[in-house]
Nanobody, 123 residues
């Protein structure tokens, strides 16, 4: 399994970024995929997940972030709008390696991780 994130950067509050995660080595079209983040000195937390049938978002990003997957390109995206300084973190994509109707935000269920991409939002 290989997951490679890209698209991070530095933006001002209110700005937008789109993260991408290219994947290989597992059944991309059906397995659980998710975006997670870890701020400095904080625990890693779930941001958004995508199953073959449903989407799931953390309350802190609902209405601002959108997760999407392109099965043909084996790429997972995270469109982030109306960014806030508290969104500053390293962002990771991950997979559980199995197919589920509902993909939880629980980091412990995800077995393969990318190396991360840094997002910094200034006020």
């Amino acid at each position: 399994v290989q997951l490679v994130e890209s698209g991070g950067g530095s933006v001002q509050a209110g700005g937008s970024l789109r993260l991408s995660c290219t994947a290989s080595g597992f059944t991309f079209s059906t397995d659980c995929l998710g975006w997670f983040r870890q701020g400095q000195g904080k625990e890693r937390e779930g941001v958004a997940t995508s199953s073959f049938g449903t989407l799931n978002y953390a309350d802190s990003v609902k209405g601002r972030f959108t997760i999407a997957r392109d099965n043909a390109k084996k790429t997972l995206y995270l469109q982030m709008n109306s960014l806030k300084p508290e969104d500053t973190a390293m962002y990771y994509c991950a997979t559980t390696g199995d197919a589920r109707w509902w993909c939880p935000l629980d980091t412990l269920l995800y077995t393969s991780w990318g190396q991360g991409t840094q997002v910094t939002v200034s006020s």
